[in-house]
């Protein structure tokens, strides 16, 4: 018998059979842009309620208690609606079709739904993206390519400049993007609730700080509770990435020297770790002035300038980031295995 609070170990390796599957569809295919995609539905979620929030414009107490209802509703309802809809096509369809036919029906959404949380590959072709036009010279295409994968003002970015936020944005995405939904949909395998819905509930919550999580008008009340949610529920998974990065890059103990002293200026709580460890396990400098709608923002210098920030670099990045999701992956199928 399994042990009391334990799934049978028959479930979580069919747990660990989805996690891989969906694991290589994002390897495969990344998530094509003209497919329909969970954050669409979630965007276009948040988007509706917050025009109305907004139109509305009630006091700030009020906006917050509407913000926390977003929050609940939004990620809440992402999980158990994953939940319900692949348990109904399991049994529902399993029962009509034969459950044959319904379990793979199931799995194969699941795989789906999960790869969908997975943005290893899509990264990585975000960042070719941009660094194949800058290899030709073609500054204006590349800002304008990178303008749709940041927030900061692009228009006047020279060279090196756009090489530090494609960097930025590779580190900072790895944990949010990569590694913290592969967390939850581990922890959901090994808990027995399934690697979907913690997944898509942690993408719901990552949706909502990207979209209303934001310190300035209109979003400063609305989006204060999802903000505090997301980088609540980021902190393991980051602080387990900057160990991860730190031991990939053969010096953990600096890596972590180095976050401890430069990531704690950062506003953010993950943002500036993960960033950080990037800089410090490949030995360059990220951080510095940003201009975001014609304001200038400084942001914290974070890792050590021992050579510029050159496409390899980025190349390495990227890297830190798949080997960094394989090792979790493995740690992961020998857990849900054992």
């Known amino acids: 018998m399994p042990a009391a609070g334990k799934p049978p170990r028959g479930k979580r ?9 969906a694991a290589f569809l994002d390897f495969v295919l990344a998530d094509p842009w003209h497919w329909p995609h969970p954050v669409q539905a979630m965007g276009g979620i948040i988007s509706g309620y917050a025009k109305v929030c907004i139109q509305l414009n009630p006091p700030p107490w009020m906006m917050r208690l509407l913000g926390i209802l977003l929050a609940g509703l939004l990620i809440g309802g992402s999980g158990l609606f994953s939940a319900a809809v692949i348990d109904w096509v399991h049994r529902g369809l399993g029962d009509s079709l034969g459950k044959g036919l319904g379990s793979w029906l199931g799995g194969g959404l699941e795989v789906i ?6 943005a290893g590959r899509s990264l990585r072709r975000a960042a070719r ?31 090196s400049e756009i090489l530090r936020a494609v960097l930025e944005t590779v580190s900072e995405n790895a ?18 609730l399934g690697s979907v819905p913690l997944a898509m509930a942690y993408k719901a919550a990552s949706t909502l700080d990207s979209m209303v999580g934001y310190r300035r008008a209109p979003y400063t009340h609305l989006g204060w509770f999802s903000a505090r949610l997301e980088d609540g529920l980021t902190w393991v998974p980051c602080r387990l990435m900057v160990l991860t990065i730190g031991v990939l890059s053969g010096r953990p103990r600096f890596v972590w020297r180095v976050c401890g002293r430069d990531a704690i200026a950062d506003p953010s709580p993950n943002a500036g770790w993960s960033e950080c460890a990037y800089a410090a396990a490949l030995g360059v400098q990220v951080g510095g002035e940003n201009v975001y709608k014609g304001e200038v923002i400084q942001k ?9 920030i050159e496409p390899v670099v980025i190349e390495q990045a990227l890297n830190l980031t798949r080997y960094s999701f394989l090792l979790w992956l493995g740690i992961g199928i020998l857990g849900l295995w054992l």
């Open 175 to 192: 944990t949010d993007g990569v590694l913290a939904p592969l967390f939850y949909a581990l922890l959901g395998a090994l808990l027995g």
């Open 300 to 308: 914290p210098k974070l890792g050590i300038a021992e050579r510029p």
């Open 129 to 159: 993206d941009v660094l194949v036009p800058l290899a030709q010279n073609d500054l204006a295409t590349a800002r304008q390519r990178l303008a749709q994968y940041v927030g900061r003002d692009t228009d006047d970015l020279s060279r």
């Open 113 to 118: 739904w999960l790869a969908s949380c997975f």
């Open 13 to 21: 390796r069919v747990s660990l059979f989805e996690v891989l599957a």
